[in-house]
């Protein structure tokens, strides 16, 4: 059905960039709401950004001014531009794509994000 392939994590120092990127198949990309999620260790997963296919897009208030939720509805591509990265931004970064072709939510595996003190 779906699939989503996350890339872009890494280890990076306080107020370094990332760049997370999502490759979906299987789904009608245009036209799903898109998100990135994340989850810390003994923490729950929680809403990062997301972006409707009317481009609408939502954030945590952890992450305002900070963080760009985008897409490329041409390669079927959701990215996440995080800067001024913080240690409390340490998690595994998942991408979902709540689609529509099939009524339900899909997740990506995840790619971890580390930002160093």
């Known amino acids: 059905q779906v699939q989503l392939v996350e890339s872009g994590g890494g280890l990076v120092q306080a107020g370094g960039s990332l760049r997370l990127s999502c490759v979906a198949s299987?789904?009608?990309?245009?036209?799903?709401?898109m998100g990135w999620y994340r989850q810390a260790p003994g923490k729950q997963r929680e809403l990062v950004a997301s972006?409707?296919?009317?481009?609408?897009?939502n954030y945590a208030d952890s992450v305002k001014g900070r963080f760009t939720i985008s897409r490329d509805n041409a390669k079927n591509t959701l990215y996440l531009q995080m800067n001024s990265l913080k240690p409390e931004d340490t998690a595994v970064y998942l991408c979902?794509?709540?689609?529509?072709?099939?009524?339900?939510?899909?997740w990506g595996q995840g790619t971890q994000v580390t930002v160093s003190s």
């Open positions: 979902n794509d709540d689609s529509t072709r099939y009524g339900r939510n899909y």
């Open positions: 299987g789904s009608i990309f245009s036209i799903d709401t």
């Open positions: 972006i409707t296919s009317a481009y609408r897009t």
